[in-house]
């Protein structure tokens, strides 16, 4: 079993266990019209669900590592771009790097903090209204607001479009927390996009490969 609890030799990428690319891309602009909406109607709540879903998406953190995130884990100046988890699966600590664009997300949200005086080293990244902390069962109910999978699916999208834009399983070993390489293999399965972009590369190598015959051309241009 991996730690997802998961038979590894069952394990298969089928389409509810990770978002496809035009389900991502609808979540990402709902995430977007969050932003607008909260911040122009002071609506914190949605601010903050914009950040869980850019979090998710963008780190492919458990919900426990999202919930236990504080403000001085986030390491975006000086040049850094990252940031630590102090207390991931089996109490394991790790640097988890992340991109330009998730990085201008968090610059925005800490901003944001800043704006409505809940700024402070040892406060937590994301809190409730009445809680300076969210619990995991308050992740998981802020994000399926917005997106019918599973929240564990966003971190099976990380790992699965972080593998297939790097081809570097190590990578996405490190970035995922994951204690054996063979648990993070199981990225590297074929999502039916990938499938079907594979079969109509084949079809167009087959029919490269096809030369008619004399005359068969001139034969089926007159028959048309």
């Known amino acids: 079993m991996n730690e997802n609890g998961i038979g590894k030799a069952d394990w298969e990428l089928t389409p509810e266990k990770f978002l496809n690319p035009h389900e991502l891309a609808a979540l990402m602009n709902r995430a977007e019209e969050l932003y607008v909406i909260g911040t122009t109607r002071k609506r914190k709540a949605l601010v903050r669900d914009w950040l869980i879903i850019n979090l998710a998406i963008g780190t492919g953190l458990r919900r426990k590592e999202m919930c236990d995130l504080k403000v001085e884990d986030i390491r975006i100046g000086n040049g850094q ?33 800043h704006e409505n005086g809940e700024l402070a080293a040892d406060s937590y ?5 009445r809680s300076p902390k969210y ?8 994000w399926k607001k917005h997106c019918p999978k599973r929240l564990h699916a966003a ?16 990578l996405v070993q490190k970035q995922l927390g994951h204690s054996k390489i ?28 096809r030369r008619p015959r004399n005359g068969y051309a001139e034969a089926l241009a007159a028959t048309a």
Not at 125 to 129: A, D, P, S, Y
Not at 156 to 166: E, L, R
Request: with cysteine; glycine share 10%; aromatic share 10%.
């Open 81 to 113: 771009s990252h940031v630590v988890v102090r207390c991931g699966k089996g109490g394991k600590s790790r640097v988890v790097h992340i991109g330009k664009e998730f990085k201008g997300v968090l610059k925005r949200y800490l901003q944001w903090k």
């Open 125 to 129: 990244l994301l809190r409730t209204e």
């Open 135 to 142: 619990c995991v069962g308050g992740i998981w109910y802020r």
């Open 155 to 170: 971190r099976h999208t990380f790992g699965t479009y972080c593998y297939q834009a790097t081809k570097n399983i190590r």
């Open 182 to 209: 063979t648990t993070t293999a199981i990225y590297s399965d074929c999502t039916p996009e990938v499938i079907t972009a594979g079969m109509d590369d084949m079809e167009r190598l087959t029919r490269s490969l």
